[in-house]
């Protein structure tokens, strides 16, 4: 601005605009924002895009509503904070931020994933220049599964905020769950040149470092982020797991404990000392590094009796305890660690009937406990939650299997599959049910179809045709012995 040069002209339809704001004599400029915006909007009419209007507020009563649901949401009061937000935007349906909070609302508290991506889609809608609102539409997709989709909504996200690296952070995790882990290492990289004081990034990255067998790297990363945040207790336990998986037990033992020392009150990283402690051979301490994670958790749940979190933790740690080599025999008459875990989130559920998660978990702890009636129950609920609607219809069919219900099981596996015909691994447990009952003929056409599908699949994953062709040779071979 002030040189004598003009501006050299560009093609482009904000040239015109461009060339006003450098303008040499203050007169010539933009006089107000409005003046500006004006011209904005003329180029936008001639270029039909969609330009962004600002909300008009018409009320202070209104402009509270808003504010309250803000606050209502973060002091964990998702149902008030809904009925908020819904009342403001009965009179001010055209800001995008509040269709945002809705669909974040939607999502972290009650995991309606199509609904939030409705919320979240209609203020990209009204904004389509809000990174923050793309960034969260794509979380909303990538919970359901639809992980193209999230892809692409982050990289929107990015196309309006090149440095927006919570944007770059969840593109890169989306990126490794579609198996195109290199592309996630190059967009952290991006990341971290742009904030590289973040020590999320450094985790990620070096979590995606490992993943691509580069375990050099990745430790280094994960020291990275350790130094950058201390509190960081993901980065402790990345640190300790690799320097585990490398056959350094002691080395990664000390990482622990300095990261109790720096977390005193986190049970993950209590646990993880717990499972080392029992993986060298020290299983006094590690029953003792347990009862230490057990007690701090108790203690949360007595002393925040309607915080879901905490039960849900307690609930793990029981899950844990469960399968691993530290299971205790309950003294007699004492409960077992699979009915203190259905205790914690059948808790969890009770105070959060959404919580997907523990409904799910709940259902896989009353099917080890061989309680079919409440199995059935919790997967009925569980066929509505996209990610967990194959799991719940396998279990619920497996359940009803084992009870005698051979009819009901397969039918309601038939029922699906007129509607989903090519998702192989329902026609794999379907296989597993007519041989479980002795129908080799029934369970052979479903493996052979089953291995027709995963034939002509873009990427079959070798282990499930391996699996499914040993499966045909043991059909064929129970036919010949019939």
Not at 176 to 182: L, S, T, W
Not at 288 to 311: D, R
Request: proline fraction near 5%.
């Amino acid at each position: 601005m002030g040189c004598t040069p003009k501006v050299p002209k560009i093609k482009s339809d904000l040239f015109p605009i461009i060339e006003k704001c450098l303008e040499k004599r203050k007169e010539k400029r933009y006089q107000s924002h409005n003046e500006l915006l004006e011209s904005f909007y003329k180029v936008a009419s001639k270029l039909k895009i969609t330009f962004p209007q600002p909300p008009s507020v018409t009320d202070d009563e209104t402009a509270r509503y808003f504010v309250l649901a803000q606050s209502l949401a973060a002091l964990g009061k998702p149902g008030d904070a809904l009925k908020s937000i819904d009342a403001y935007l009965a009179k001010n349906s055209r800001d995008p931020s509040a269709w945002l909070q809705k669909g974040i609302i939607l999502l972290e508290n009650y995991s309606s994933y199509k609904e939030s991506i409705q919320c979240t889609l209609e203020a990209v809608r009204i904004d389509p220049f809000n990174s923050h609102a793309w960034n969260n539409l794509g979380l909303a997709y990538k919970n359901s599964g639809q992980f193209p989709l999230a892809i692409d909504a982050y990289r929107k996200g990015l196309d309006c905020d090149p440095y927006n690296t919570g944007c770059m952070m969840n593109l890169s995790i989306a990126l490794i769950e579609n198996g195109k882990p290199e592309n996630a290492h190059a967009v952290l990289s991006i990341a971290i040149d742009v904030n590289p004081k973040k020590a999320q990034l450094w985790l990620n990255l070096g979590s995606t470092a490992k993943v691509l067998n580069r375990q050099p790297e990745a430790v280094k990363c994960f020291q990275k982020a350790i130094e950058l945040n201390q509190k960081l207790t993901e980065g402790w336990r990345s640190l300790a797991n690799i320097l585990e998986e490398s056959g350094k037990l002691p080395q990664a033992l000390e990482i622990l404990n300095e990261g109790i020392v720096n977390n005193p009150d986190d049970y993950a990283i209590r646990l993880d000392k717990a499972r080392l402690l029992d993986k060298m051979g020290d299983h006094a301490e590690a029953i003792e590094s347990f009862a230490e994670t057990e007690s701090l958790l108790i203690s949360l749940t007595q002393k925040y009796p309607g915080n879901p979190n905490h039960w849900h933790n307690l609930g793990l740690i029981y899950l844990d305890r469960h399968i691993s080599s530290l299971q205790i025999k309950p003294e007699s008459g004492k409960p077992s660690a699979t009915e203190k875990g259905i205790v914690c989130f059948s808790k969890v559920i009770e105070i959060d009937p959404n919580d997907s998660f523990a409904l799910w978990t709940l259902a896989r702890l009353y099917f080890d406990n061989h309680d079919t009636k409440r199995t059935v129950e919790c997967c009925n609920k569980l066929l509505r939650y996209p990610q967990y609607l194959l799991g719940a219809l396998s279990m619920k069919a497996q359940v009803l299997s084992f009870v005698g219900l051979y009819k009901e099981a397969t039918e309601e596996l038939q029922d699906f599959l007129r509607a989903n015909p090519t998702c192989d691994s329902i026609w794999f447990v379907l296989a597993q049910i007519h041989e479980y009952h002795n129908n080799p003929s029934a369970a052979l056409k479903c493996l052979q179809v089953c291995n027709n599908i995963l034939s002509k699949s873009s990427n079959p994953n070798k282990q499930n045709m391996a699996d499914v062709n040993q499966k045909i040779i043991e059909m064929k071979n129970m036919l010949k012995r019939q």
